[in-house]
């Protein structure tokens, strides 16, 4: 099977939605469902460059992380705090600065990865920087580990243009299910305290 | 048979084993040093590549293992490295033996080892940050064990050690293009960018340090100068690694100069906290952090002359660790406890722990007599004629690193407790409190003595013998 191109940009729209809804909802099973949009717009970014049975990698391994999260969840009974609105409406107009910030940086991006096609850059540039605003603006396990999680796949995104060993590909969806393993072990640990 | 499947499968297996069996920690942790040791010996009187007999059966130790077409390649060269990794283990196993710890210890402690190794040992070595990765995911739950709550200093653990990763990658494969290429191609500059601060966020190098002493306040002290020892010592063997592997940077001379100004940093300000901590979890991640930053110091005016004294302070610290982590464990602190009231007037109850963790401060602050004075002479006066500065700098961080001793010593002989001195610490902590005690003092009287047997692990990087 070959790479089909023409998923590059509904990927980039894709993950550009979710990674923005994600910022914007504080109720876990929103996020993780967000996640879950993520992860479908990451393995069309990744199937404009490699087949599609490889992509198909990105897209498994993300959502057994979601499910290994939603487990957690659901297990320990987890709720998070209440969001204020005028929280989230900030946290996603900080999102949408950053998706323009990676826009303009698309062209100096392109000077270091020259092999990686704009919508790529683009989608990998706004993961990684969605990622870390995520990271930044929480103390709280879940937020966090989404955080990393988005991050891992923004740079996932970019680094598949550049290595096509199924090793690594293997080795990094191991990566992205024990964080997912971490996060829940984390989560279940600290349910276990507070209950 | 092969070598990696020895020193790397063997562990790792036993390590898995022992998670299922779920043992009791001191059990586990027998099992764990049994295991270490066994690989200590073998790799003294056997090392890679050498031939093993038994009775009527041999077998070669091949030194290349093969998995899906990549090679783990663990050499004679690599003979003293493994014996300094697994003599170390060694004693932080049976160290769990007789204080108390967690069952995880031997397991993860097995699989910490193997992963480290694995990302030695790796050939394309860029595998080696998803290995590395891997063993900071099992890390944590040594650190946070079951039941437990996460401080939010694992948080910030995970979290910069996980964004490190992918521009260690990114290093790898632009190093991949260039490895015969000239100094001052756009891409040295590049990787050399991604690899700095890829290398900082792993090695909790100025500004990526925060998490240090972090951690090691939330978590059991223990487990936390297990990691503090483990984790820091193989991203910078992972680290001169690339020195070893690439002419071009060991040759370029702004990474030199970037070493020593973030060294220099990481001197002073983990010097000048620690002088102000009465928390001793985070007192030694302040002390962890000048190690660090030594280390940087060291190689900072090349990694060819430097590479010995780099190696030379491994053992001292090594040691100043183990004691450190182990005595303050003998005081049986819970995680919360305000050190400064509950260690008050302990030396009257804990006289062999408290007298080693005092003895462990004084040799990482280079004090005379002990193992780290001879090292730390070393590192003066070659920094003193060479960058006026940076020897100014360590001398500033050992004054520090002094007064926190002095605090240390107020807090665990003043006020408190009345009544008279008593033995509350167990045989067996006596036991290793008091041979470290001797190692220690060993050290310091007979340096020409111990200080070789770390520095013949450079041999694993045959491009920097010096």
């Not at chain 1, 729209?13 to 990451?42: D, H, N, R």
């Not at chain 1, 498994?60 to 709720?79: C, D, N, P, Q, R």
């Not at chain 2, 036993?14 to 009791?24: A, H, K, N, P, S």
């Not at chain 2, 093993?52 to 004679?76: D, H, M, N, Y």
Request: proline share 6%; with cysteine; glycine share 12%.
């Amino acid at each position: 099977m070959v790479a089909v191109d023409q998923f590059a940009p509904l990927g980039l729209l894709i993950v550009a939605g979710s990674c923005l809804f994600l910022l914007f909802v504080w109720k876990p099973g929103w996020q993780l469902l967000a996640l879950m949009g993520m992860y479908l717009g990451v393995f069309g970014l990744v199937a404009s460059i490699w087949p599609l049975e490889l992509a198909l990698v990105k897209l498994v391994a993300g959502w057994v992380s979601v499910v290994i999260l939603g487990f957690a969840l659901v297990g320990t009974g987890y709720e998070a705090e209440k969001g204020a609105l005028l929280s989230g409406l900030i946290r996603l107009l900080a999102g949408l600065l950053i998706s323009l910030v990676a826009i303009s940086l698309t062209p100096t991006a392109k000077g270091w990865l020259p092999q990686v096609s704009p919508e790529v850059l683009i989608g990998g540039i706004m993961l990684l920087g969605l990622g870390l605003l995520q990271i930044s603006l929480t103390t709280r396990i879940l937020p966090l580990i989404l955080g990393l999680l988005t991050c891992l796949a923004g740079f996932e995104v970019l680094y598949a243009r550049l290595e096509l060993s199924v090793l690594v590909t293997g080795l990094l969806a191991t990566v992205n299910i024990c964080l997912a393993l971490l996060g829940a072990y984390l989560l279940v640990n600290m349910l276990e305290v507070r209950g | 048979m092969s070598a990696p499947l020895v020193w790397i499968g063997l562990p790792a297996l036993v390590g898995v084993i022992l998670l299922f069996l779920r043992l009791r920690d001191r059990v586990a942790a027998g099992i764990a040093a049994s295991v270490t040791c066994g690989l200590t010996l073998l790799a003294i009187g056997k090392p890679p590549g050498g031939v093993i007999s038994l009775f009527f059966w041999s077998t070669k130790l091949e030194p290349v293992f093969t998995v899906l077409g990549r090679e783990f390649i663990l050499t004679a060269n690599d003979r003293w490295l493994l014996v300094m990794l697994y003599a170390t283990m060694t004693l932080w196993f049976l160290g769990g033996m007789v204080t108390p710890s967690t069952h995880l210890l031997g397991p993860i402690g097995l699989g910490l080892i193997a992963f480290m190794i694995a990302a030695l040992a790796v050939e394309p070595f860029l595998y080696a940050a998803l290995l590395l990765q891997m063993a900071v995911f099992l890390s944590v739950p040594l650190l946070v064990p079951p039941h437990h709550r996460p401080g939010r200093g694992i948080l910030r653990y995970v979290s910069v050690q996980t964004l490190g990763m992918p521009l260690l990658l990114l290093t790898g494969w632009l190093l991949g293009g260039i490895e015969t290429a000239p100094v001052g191609i756009p891409q040295t500059t590049q990787a050399l960018v991604l690899m700095g601060i890829g290398f900082g966020a792993l090695l909790a190098v100025f500004p990526f340090h925060t998490w240090v002493p972090m951690v090691l306040t939330e978590v059991p002290p223990y487990v936390g100068g297990f990691v503090a020892w483990l984790l820091p010592l193989a991203v910078s063997l992972f680290g001169l690694g690339f020195f070893d592997r690439y002419i071009w940077l060991r040759e370029t001379t702004g990474v030199y100069s970037i070493l020593q100004t973030v060294g220099i940093l990481m001197v002073i300000s983990g010097g000048l906290w620690a002088a102000v901590q009465r928390q001793m979890g985070r007192m030694l991640g302040f002390f962890v952090i000048v190690e660090i930053g030594l280390s940087l110091l060291t190689i900072s005016s090349g990694v060819v002359s430097g590479g010995p004294l780099f190696f030379a302070l491994l053992l001292p610290r090594f040691l100043a660790l183990f004691l450190w982590s182990l005595s303050l464990s003998g005081f049986r602190l819970l995680a919360d406890d305000d050190h400064s009231l509950v260690l008050r007037g302990m030396m009257r109850r804990f006289p062999f722990a408290g007298g080693v963790l005092v003895l462990s401060q004084l040799t990482l602050a280079g004090f005379p007599l002990l193992p780290g004075f001879p090292t730390r002479l070393a590192l003066y006066s070659r920094l003193v004629s060479e960058f006026p500065l940076a020897a100014a700098s360590v001398l500033l961080a050992s004054g520090g690193m002094m007064i926190a001793v002095v605090r240390t010593l107020t807090i665990l002989v003043g006020g408190g407790e009345s009544g008279g001195w008593q033995v509350s610490e167990g045989l067996g902590l006596r036991i290793f409190l008091s041979i470290g005690v001797i190692l220690l003092l060993l050290g310091g009287l007979l340096p020409q003595t111990f200080l070789p047997f770390g520095i013949q692990a450079l041999q694993s990087f045959p491009h920097i013998l010096p």
